[in-house]
């Protein structure tokens, strides 16, 4: 099944843009998802459990930071 997540990443800190860009670069290195950014979100695409995977392992790590807020929509298409 193909997904499509929507992510809002608000890192609660002054330096918030490395995080974000550090996220972002981390999704855009797995071949498996096609990434596009704007200047609200960024949007993932690609089959479910490779999506929710990636999604599992790199938000955790951005969760790290102390204080991170993420707002994910999830959307059971391709909405490319």
Known sequence: MKASVD????P???EFIPPI???IARLK?????????NTMSTQVFGEYDE????LRDELRESAALPHS???LKLVNADLR
């Open 7 to 10: 992510i809002s990443y608000y």
């Open 12 to 14: 609660l800190t002054d």
């Open 21 to 23: 860009k550090d996220l």
């Open 29 to 37: 290195a797995r071949p498996e998802l096609e990434v596009r950014t």
């Open 51 to 54: 999506l929710m995977n990636a």
């Open 69 to 71: 807020v993420f707002v």
